[in-house]
């Protein structure tokens, strides 16, 4: 996804992602990147949490206001005791 970000950025189309595993992304730099510390298959945060995920969405979006690249930001959000 890095690499399709990036190409799509060299024609003038903004990107974010949204990685669960900031550290892969982070090797071909990515313009915007929000890191989650969610496991694999819920980036975004808990099932049915509408409230964390579009905090999380925010976050993404927010960064698309940005002229890239930036530096990975951590989106700060906890699963707490959900698992």
């Known amino acids: 996804m890095g690499l399709i970000a990036r190409a799509l950025e060299m024609e003038g189309l903004a990107t974010v992602i949204v990685a669960w595993n900031g550290g892969r992304a982070r090797l071909v730099n990515v313009p915007r990147m929000v890191i989650t510390r969610f496991p694999r298959g819920t980036i975004f945060g808990r099932p049915h949490d509408r409230e964390q995920q579009e905090?999380?969405?925010?976050?993404?979006?927010?960064?698309?206001?940005?002229?890239?690249p930036l530096e990975p930001v951590n989106s700060?959000?906890?699963?707490?005791?959900?698992?």
Not at 55 to 68: F, G, H, P, S
Request: no cysteine.
């Open 55 to 68: 905090r999380v969405l925010t976050a993404a979006l927010n960064l698309l206001e940005q002229d890239a």
């Open 76 to 83: 700060g959000e906890e699963l707490g005791n959900w698992r």
